[in-house]
């Protein structure tokens, strides 16, 4: 199974087609007034630079919002993208997906088989069962789910951020993602 994203433009009329589901990795309160989603790719460079943006937008708007992160690899032009999806997927199952998470952008210039491998590792993963789910991909189609919801909003490129369910353009910068959060909350 191949996921399908592509990198392509984006419409500014965008609205979330999927709405958050419980099993989306997320951080912040349940009850936030306000829910950002990002669609993401881990070797994107665009995604690492806003990685950082994001968790001071956590920060500054503590307890207001709520993040959610879904996959949506560019497979075309990241050939590591997918199997970086799979192994925090894997790592989710483990409690360690933001751990894993924040470790493959950090190391988002090496994301070949054997540094998938010592990630695993050094997130404390089990080892034996990580080896046999990333040769399975028992997570692709976990991935994949995410993919073709993004599909489904709209998504060509990455990130690709919706703020309450409305897509919000960055590629001017991340500062217009915290004024439509901000904007969001002033408005609830």
């Known amino acids: 199974m191949v996921c399908t994203a592509r990198a392509e433009g984006e419409k ?14 997320q951080i912040g309160p349940p009850e936030a007034r306000v829910v950002v989603v990002e669609y993401g790719d881990f070797e994107c460079p665009n995604c690492k630079q806003a990685a950082p943006a ?5 920060k500054r ?3 207001q919002v709520r993040f959610v992160y879904r996959h949506f690899p560019l497979e075309l032009v990241h050939p590591y993208a997918l199997p970086a999806a799979e192994a925090a997927e894997c790592a989710s199952v483990e409690g360690r ?4 998470h924040r470790l493959l952008f950090d190391n988002q210039s090496a994301l070949e088989p054997t540094d998938l491998l ?3 590792r050094r997130v404390g993963l ?4 990580y080896t046999a789910q990333m040769a399975d991909h028992a997570y692709r189609p976990r ?3 995410d993919v073709e919801s993004g599909l489904a909003s709209g998504v060509r490129s990455t990130p690709g951020f919706f703020v309450d369910g ?4 960055v590629s001017a910068g991340l500062r217009s993602l915290f004024d439509a959060t901000a904007a969001a909350i002033g408005r609830k």
């Open 143 to 145: 991935v994949c789910v």
């Open 12 to 25: 500014s009329d965008m609205k979330l087609a999927v709405p958050v589901r419980p099993n989306d990795h």
């Open 118 to 120: 010592e990630y695993g």
């Open 97 to 100: 997906f933001w751990e894993m």
């Open 61 to 63: 708007f503590e307890g």
């Open 54 to 58: 994001v968790e001071i937008l956590m």
């Open 166 to 169: 409305r897509f919000q353009d």
């Open 126 to 129: 089990n080892t034996a069962r």
